[in-house]
């Protein structure tokens, strides 16, 4: 498609529809089902030359829209949807999947979701959600990878990659990376809340997400709905386009959040609509998510010169290059087909990847008297309110619970002695038990979009059948349910073992089934610190020593809690298996480097089991002196290594310059100076080596 000559061709109408977006209900005889966005009369005027449109969930619906709409047009409707982890053969949240610490297998999950999402009529996906997260009071912190800027880099580039496939694959989606920027930085945890940081903490801390993302040559990024130190990003030109365009260099199409552009209103920064639109376009806002301020007012501000046309141009081009990228021009449909929806959606391949993502993203965080693995005779009673719930998450796009395996449908698989009683035989079946699970944790309606908690611990329903379950027996194995850290503190006595399930998706039953009967191995850590207490939270790994770290001085004038130890109940990069793996000889080829050399950091890891297992060895420095002070730990490495029973590895890390070097205010420097190399399998180090940089 000769893009040019189209523009050139385009009415100014034409050109500021591409700019729109609506939600599929004003394409369809249906009222308009308005959100939270205005309450705009829907008519044929509104949506006359949209651009986009979001949220149509059937393939039948999107073939038809699109057919009406090409009647009239020559340029098609881009389709976009909130596929974030799974369409319809749902895989483990983000949170879940960070803690695979396994980017290829994430990649492939987002190539499947792709492949079903563009069967059935999608184009572009809201996703990767790549916000780092240090406060677990967020609800969205389950469509993140975590606290950690180097992990989230790597997984915001698997995803994009695993969704666009280089536009090569006739399945590719457009990404589109969210939400920029600091969006998991909302204060006290409250979504849509305030962000403040300095450049320095948004760059070390925040940007890495985003920027691994574009790097990967993600297609979109959504700009996000909270303030950044005062500003509304919707209208903040620094970070939209001076940090966004110019420094990260992307060139691909800024759309807003759902009607963010008129929250501004809201955000008591600009009086009207037409302020909001075009303070936004200003920034850098491309298209306008379902706030309909474009469409009200672009066209007389152009006719004032408040904007001008070749501004308006240079938009609408990103936009129709991303609909000939992905072949639109050529064929309006793409690869959306009802009869091929049946043949891709769910089918065995998927189920099978589904599988092996949930098995590989629980974290077994304790395991006393070797309780599991499960004999497959054993009696077992298993209680709780998730025992026979399929917890697809979140943001389950078109997952459905009746496709899903619940945790009682995948022990049949393997147990013979199961039994999962009623209400008033739950003692009775706990006390004939050799052990008890117990489904327990969060409903997915309690994480996701607006559902933030103050209070992040075990209800205290379930914390009384714990009391009157462990009355009658002892074993008691803890099958937690979650989208967020959860406080353990008040429970995590009664368990001999506790199993993060996370939300789990379609298969997260017969993944756990496989697990607990031993065969499959557990193999996930953390990615988000599970604090002891809420009050500690934000809390996470790479925190500053301060001048007065209670871990060195102990008790008086140091920093911490008279009431509660600093450290998180169970922390980043931990998790346990059924291996027991052995970490030692550490050791560094050189103990110095100048700016063009290397060393190599290396480990043996023994599995003194025998019991073939992964274990994900991560490398951490610390810079013992630097201008602006870095954090007690910094995560710069992992590798997930397969270690058969009985058998011994060595593991190598190459460290140069980029290693050791950070952002200092926004900019990527390596100081000269000492620093410490840990080598564990979880952020709870212990040897070190040390290597100077010179
Ligand atoms: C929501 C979310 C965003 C999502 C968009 C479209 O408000 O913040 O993540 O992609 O609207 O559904």
Known sequence: ??????????????????????????????????????????????????????????TKQMIEIQRNYMKDHNIPLLFMLDVVHGYKTIYPIPLAMGATFNPELLKRCCKMAAKEASTC??????????????????????????????????????????????????????????????????????????????EHTLFEYYMSGYK?????????????????????????????????????????????????????????????????????????????????????????????????????????????????????????????????EKK?????????LATKAAEESFVLLKNEDNVLPLNENSKISLIGPFADKVHIGSWFCLGEEKDGVSIYQGLKENFVNLDMPSDENVINSAKEADVVLMSLGEKYIETGEGNSKANIKISDDQIQL????????????????TGRPIVLSDVEKYFKSIVVMWQPGTMGGKAISNLLSGKTNFSGKLTMSFPRHIAQVPIYYNYLNTGRPKQMMGQGFVSGY????????????????????????????KNSIKEDQYVTVSVKVKNQSNVDGYNTIQLYINDLFSDIVRPVLELKGFKKVFIKANEEKTIRFKVDKNTLGYYRNGNFVTEKGDFNIYVSDSSLVTDFVRLTYK
Not at 24 to 40: C, K, S
Request: proline content about 3%; glycine content about 6%.
């Open 212 to 340: 691994g993302a574009i790097d990967a040559d993600v297609a979109m990024v959504m700009s996000s709905f909270n303030t950044l130190n005062g500003i509304p990003v919707s209208a903040n030109k620094w970070l939209l386009t001076d940090v966004l365009k110019e420094k990260l260099n992307f060139k691909g199409i800024v759309i807003s959040d759902f009607d963010a552009i008129n929250d501004m209103i809201k955000h008591q920064h600009l009086p009207n609509s037409k302020e909001c639109a075009y303070k936004a376009f200003d920034a850098g806002i491309d298209i306008d998510m379902m706030s309909i301020a474009y469409f009200d007012h672009l066209k007389d501000l152009i006719k004032e010169n408040k904007v001008s046309i070749e501004k308006i141009d240079e938009a609408v081009y990103k936009i129709l290059e991303l609909k000939d990228k992905l072949g639109l021009f050529e064929n309006p449909y793409l690869n959306a087909s009802i009869s091929n």
């Open 1 to 58: 498609m000769d893009i040019n000559k189209l523009l050139r061709e385009m009415t100014l109408e034409e050109k500021i529809g591409q700019l729109n977006q609506y939600t599929v209900d004003y394409f369809l005889d249906t009222e308009a089902l308005i959100v939270t966005g205005p309450n705009h009369k829907k008519d044929g005027k509104t949506i006359k030359y949209a651009g986009s449109l979001l949220n149509c969930f059937n």
């Open 466 to 481: 714990i009391k009157n379950v462990y009355e009658v027996n002892k074993n008691l194995v803890l099958l937690l349910y």
């Open 562 to 589: 008279l009431d509660v130890e600093n450290s998180p109940l169970y922390p980043f990069g931990y998790g346990l298996s059924y291996s027991n793996f052995k970490i030692h000889s550490l050791k560094i080829s």
């Open 121 to 198: 009529g999608v184009h572009v996906t809201f996703s990767p959600m790549v916000d780092m997260v240090r406060d677990a009071r967020w609800g969205r912190v389950m469509e993140t990878t975590g606290e950690d800027p180097y992990l989230n880099e790597i997984m915001a580039k698997s995803q994009v990659e695993g969704y666009q496939q280089d536009f090569k694959n006739k399945y590719s989606i457009a990404g589109c990376v969210k939400h920029f920027a600091c969006y998991g930085a909302c204060e006290s945890g409250k979504d849509y809340n305030m962000a403040d940081m300095s």
């Open 344 to 352: 891709v959606c769910l089918c065995k391949s998927h189920l099978n």
